[in-house]
């Protein structure tokens, strides 16, 4: 079966601070690679996709991805209060889009 | 991105009643959408596929006699829960894929959700 893991957390990191967000996954033919975050009682927003290995960056995110290690993260740069949320990994395999259950990040003032 | 509109946001409905949730796409077709349900602190389990013009695709243990699908034109897809039950209550999402997306890799835009509370 084809699973995506997470650190359910909660990840406590200081404002300003950098925020690590890790995910793997066990299907190996996965081409794309999708963070969702995903405030509480709200629908996920897509944040970042990345589709080959290395890094990928959109302002103060960082997304990257090993392929040959099967793992994707997320860097948060300057974290903010209104980073707090659960972050989602997703990945997609065949024509689904698999989700992982989420990191919460919790950013300390 | 993609705009994606689910109606409504809220409902409460005595069991055994029947309720429909609607999902839009706004501003672009959309032949296939996907209906998500998740559970307090639990992630995002995909139920089905709505597929425009022809039948849904369900996902293994979703039962579709209970959750029926009908996604009749390019950008409405509906899922009518019936016979709701208290276990029913969930939070119910749909979502449309990117239709800029290259290739087969198009990122899926959700709706706002919509909260289902069966008593």
């Known amino acids: 079966q084809k699973e995506v893991e997470q650190n359910s957390g909660p990840l406590s990191v200081p404002e300003g601070a950098i925020a690590s967000l890790n995910c793997t996954y066990s299907d190996r033919v996965s081409q794309s690679f999708f963070w969702y975050r995903q405030y509480s009682g709200k629908s996920p927003e897509l944040i970042m996709s990345i589709y080959s290995n290395g890094d990928k960056e959109d302002g103060r995110f960082t997304a990257q991805l090993n392929k040959a290690s099967q793992y994707v993260s997320l860097l948060i740069r300057d974290s903010q209060p209104s980073d707090s949320a659960t972050y989602l990994c997703a990945v997609k395999g065949d024509d689904k889009i698999i989700f992982g259950k989420g990191t919460r990040l919790h950013i300390l003032p | 991105g993609a705009v994606v509109s689910q109606h409504p946001s809220r409902v409460i409905c005595k069991s055994g009643t029947s309720v429909k949730i609607e999902c839009r796409s706004l501003d672009f077709q959309a032949t296939t959408m996907f209906w998500y349900r998740q559970f307090p602190k639990q992630s995002l389990m995909l139920m089905a596929t709505?597929?425009?013009?022809?039948?849904?695709?369900?996902e293994q243990g979703v039962e579709k006699d209970k959750f029926l699908i009908n996604h009749a034109s390019l950008t409405l897809s509906t899922l009518t829960v019936t016979s709701a039950h208290p276990e029913d209550s969930s939070f119910y999402i749909c979502?449309?894929?990117?239709?800029?997306?290259?290739?087969?890799?198009?990122?899926?835009?959700f709706g706002e959700g919509s909260r289902l509370t069966v008593l």
């Open positions: 979502s449309a894929r990117d239709p800029e997306g290259r290739g087969n890799t198009g990122e899926l835009f």
């Open positions: 709505s597929n425009e013009g022809s039948k849904a695709t369900y």
